[in-house]
């Protein structure tokens, strides 16, 4: 059921706005390892379930279909943000500008961690939203909690354990990377269960507002956009 066309969503530039910049804010501050007790994970992860968050809210809002043609616009973004990051890296500095090894050591990882995202974010966030869409129709519209916190449990799952592969293997033991998944997937998780309620006030909010409820049925679940 869609009782509003496309052009009429006001909210949905906002929205696509929000997640392309938490999802590259979150690439860049993924350079820094963070430890807090037993747990180590890089630094977008607290920032980074966020764009899950709004994932949640364009797929039980707006549909599956619309909610791919915003997330692949993300996807161009920060493959458009890293390409210039490298090339700037890459160009002469000024004589007197002294902190090009600074740059690089911290701004020049994000084309490895780009493509770590981009790759556990594609399988995650796809499965997520394939989970939470099928889940919507099976339940009717209802048990939305189950819908959003069974979706992030699968999504972030592969997400975690794709991400750390890619970006940081080589660059630490073993162990570690496997502390640092396990650590990726439970904060990810938690924080999209702690942020439930809100989850449940902005998905009431906008589909009051944009006057639209999408049921994705007969959705074929094509992961590129598309009409």
Known sequence: MNTARTGEFRLLPVFSGIFVGVLILSNILAAKMIQLGPFVFDGGTLLFPISYIFGDVLTEVYGYRQSRKVIWTGFVMLILASLNIWIIGMLPAQDSWTLQTDFNNIL??????????????????????VVLSKLKVLTNGKRLWLRTIGSTAVGELLDSVIFVAAAFSGMYETSVLVVMALSNYVFKTAIEIIFTPVTYAVIRFTKQHEHTDVFDIGETYNPLPGR
């Open 108 to 129: 020049l990882q994000m084309p490895r961690i780009t493509a770590a995202s981009i790759a556990g974010y594609f399988v995650g966030e796809y499965s997520n939203s």
